[in-house]
């Protein structure tokens, strides 16, 4: 007796392809569009869909969790400062104390943990899916992006002629990190200019990042190492306690945003 049920090849071919679809026409439109699914991502993705926000988040990669499950130098351990200890001990991730005020945990428990619990909460994630370009409305507030697919920027000058599509929403979130790819499609327009990433400096970096979180420009609001590079502050290294703090407050800034726009 055969152990699984039969199905047609083309069956799994057809569930694939009408349910993906299906998901990308109904994000198409959302409340917030996350860019970047590292931590600060990831949590800010969590906290807006668990509180009853429709959120896409689209990363250009084939994985999810950035620097955060390949940890300190390939290591896969990665450190944290009190009390950003506390988010680990929500998602259920077990750590050590390493000195007074300093855990250590394990990389991939923690990204992966992270990961469901997001997805739990009813984050959608689109990955291989490449930011592109921005949307601007209303005297040049964000109102979405414009992706495309990632691989195709490994791909030959002549074959990557592939329009890309809009996704719109009330609020982007710029997650991408060291890179900030969504602010420097505004400095190229110079609707902004950003100050670039300072060198590292643990102690000055993590409360600045968390206490610098905010609306960058209308609609935008820019989350965890990507703050850096708009105010010109030091990097933090192979620490994530302010990734992961940072993406709760852009949570909660972007939540105060959409309550805004809703009152008439």
């Given amino acids: 007796m055969p152990l699984f049920h039969p199905v047609k090849e083309s069956d799994v071919t057809r569930a694939i392809v009408s349910n993906f679809l299906r998901q990308f026409e109904e994000y198409a439109e959302s409340d917030v569009i996350i860019v970047g699914g590292g931590p600060s991502g990831l949590i800010a993705g969590k906290e807006l869909a668990k509180a009853g926000l429709k959120v896409a988040l689209i990363e250009r990669n084939n994985y999810l969790g950035g620097g955060f499950w390949i940890g300190g130098y390939f290591m ?36 992966a943990s992270l990961i469901a619990a997001a997805c739990n909460a009813g984050l959608k994630i689109f990955n291989l899916t490449l930011l592109e370009d921005i949307i601007l409305h209303e005297n040049d507030r964000m109102a979405g992006v414009v992706v495309n697919w990632s691989p195709i920027i490994h791909m030959p000058k002549e074959l990557t002629a592939l329009d890309p599509v809009p996704m719109e929403s009330r609020v982007v979130i710029d997650a991408t990190g060291h890179d900030a790819v969504v602010l420097k499609k505004l400095e190229k327009r110079q609707l902004i200019q950003l100050a670039g990433e300072g060198a590292l400096w643990i102690d000055k970096s993590e409360d600045a990042v968390v206490e610098h979180t905010g609306e960058a420009y209308p609609g935008l609001v820019v989350t965890g190492m990507a703050v850096g590079a708009v105010y010109g502050l030091p990097r933090m290294g192979p620490t994530f306690g302010a990734m992961l703090l940072s993406g709760k407050r852009a949570a909660e800034v972007t939540l105060g945003i959409v309550k805004k726009a809703a009152i008439p």
């Fill in 76 to 111: 896969n351990k990665f450190t944290l400062r009190e009390p950003s200890q506390e988010v680990l001990d929500e998602l259920g991730v077990p750590y050590e104390k390493a000195t007074a005020g300093l855990y250590v945990a394990d990389a991939p428990h923690a990204c």
